[in-house]
């Protein structure tokens, strides 16, 4: 049990090219092996399809950690992303204690919100919990609007550099990590990342193609993911997860109205390129 591998908790959307369907394929290509536990199937994803099953697996989770700890079983870094519930949050803060090895990394990505609104199903309490596991995060991927719940900062459409400033101040406040802020965009036709540490603020800003395109978020995560756990810099990292979620953007629009998730898959290619 040796080898290097890495741990990815999240959900399982039978259908709807996010979570598990994109960061198993996208960390696989990286060439990492990976170990996944599903925080809960569900059907569909929740964004646009309607009367999706949802089978919260928080349960398991306490009996698969005691497994794993007696077969001796760890991970070089865990990357979260969806979870099921407010009360699996605690469970996975435990895995992440148990289960790392020395020098291992965790890279949470908040997925709650988006476009000023948290997803369906998520509240308050939610939220308040998810904060505690930003504080163990060595890498926070949250989007605007999920900075905005995690600070408590009201959430804007039209943002300037001030505003995105204390937004990471803020965020600094609530992990030790490194901030990877997702989706700045001070004009209409670009977009940006920020990587934020003790006050060093970087941008890669690049071409806005298509407004909120569904799960690129997670897409953008398990390509970071990957590209760090290959050896890249953080800012390396956030810049191929870029270019390689445009590309995929860029892709999906060949396809007539596909709406539901990005068509990542034949733009794989380009990103072991990128790695090389
Ligand atoms: O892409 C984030 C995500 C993951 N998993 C489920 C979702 C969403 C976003 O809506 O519904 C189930």
Not at 21 to 45: C, M, N, R
Not at 107 to 117: E, F, H, L, T, W
Not at 123 to 131: H, I, L, N
Not at 203 to 227: L, N, P, Q, R, W
Request: glycine fraction near 8%; hydrophobic fraction near 35%.
């Amino acid at each position: 049990m040796q080898d290097k591998k890495i741990l990815t908790i999240q959900d399982i959307s039978c259908v709807g090219q996010c979570s598990l369907t994109v960061a198993l394929p996208i960390l696989s290509a990286s060439g990492i092996e990976t170990a996944i536990l599903p925080s809960a199937v569900l059907s569909t994803h929740t964004g646009g399809f309607t009367g999706y099953t949802f089978r919260d697996l928080t349960d398991d989770m306490p009996k698969i950690e005691d497994h794993w700890n007696r077969e001796g079983i760890r991970f070089d870094a865990v990357y979260t992303g969806y979870l099921g519930s407010t009360r699996q949050i605690g469970f996975v803060k435990s895995i992440i204690d148990s289960t790392l090895s020395d020098g291992a990394f965790t890279v949470i990505d908040p997925a709650m919100a988006d476009n000023g609104k948290l997803y369906y199903g998520f509240d308050d309490a939610f939220v308040q919990e998810m904060r505690t596991l930003a504080g163990k995060a060595d890498y926070l991927l949250p989007n605007i609007t999920e900075a905005c719940f995690l600070t408590g900062k009201e959430y804007r459409q039209e943002i300037d550099t001030a505003y995105v400033a204390d937004l990471l101040e803020r965020l600094s406040r609530i992990t030790p990590g490194t901030v990877i802020l997702t989706g700045v965009s001070y004009r209409p036709d670009t977009t940006g990342v920020v990587v934020y540490k003790a006050g060093d603020i970087k941008y890669y800003e690049h071409k806005k193609i298509a407004e909120g395109c569904h799960g690129t978020g997670d897409v953008y995560a398990s390509a970071f993911t990957g590209a760090l756990f290959r050896g890249k810099t953080p800012f390396e990292a956030a810049r191929i997860a870029a270019d390689y979620v445009v590309q995929c953007i860029e892709n999906t629009q060949r396809y007539e109205n596909h709406w539901y998730g990005v068509k990542f898959e034949e733009v794989l290619p380009r990103l072991i390129e990128m790695l090389k």
